[in-house]
């Protein structure tokens, strides 16, 4: 599935405001779906990018022999999810997903960002 398949299947979960997929290492946005004036992707996506390398910094520091599987935010109307993708080798991306709360079962939404990453190629 290539990048424009894979922000299209994440948005068909419940309650998908937006969706992005994010280099971490520069920050910029490699495609986006969704979002409004309220939810401006590029820049979450950027500012996300610093969440993404804090956490990688502290498992090196800690010396843990482990990955990050996915990253929750919870605001009080929103489920942000940041979903590093693991199965692309040596990449430096990660999916971004912004939820409706109130509209959205958030188990289900972690599991279908799964089988995102997994038929994703870049």
């Given amino acids: 599935m290539n990048i424009e398949e894979a922000l299209r299947e994440a948005m068909s979960v419940e309650g998908a405001m937006g969706v992005a997929l994010v280099d971490y290492d520069s920050g910029m946005t490699l495609g986006a779906l969704g979002g409004n004036a309220l939810l401006d992707l590029e820049a979450a996506g950027a500012g996300n990018t ?41 990449s430096r991306l990660f999916l971004y997903l912004v939820l409706d709360r109130a509209r959205s079962n958030l188990a289900l939404a972690r599991l279908h960002l799964r089988r995102v990453e997994q038929a994703l190629t870049v």
Wanted: no cysteine; aromatic share 2%.
């Fill in 50 to 90: 610093e969440v993404v390398r804090a956490k990688l910094r502290t498992i090196a520091s800690l010396q843990l022999d482990d990955t990050i599987e996915d990253m929750l935010i919870t605001l009080t109307r929103q489920y942000h999810i940041i979903r590093p993708l693991a199965e692309l080798k040596g």
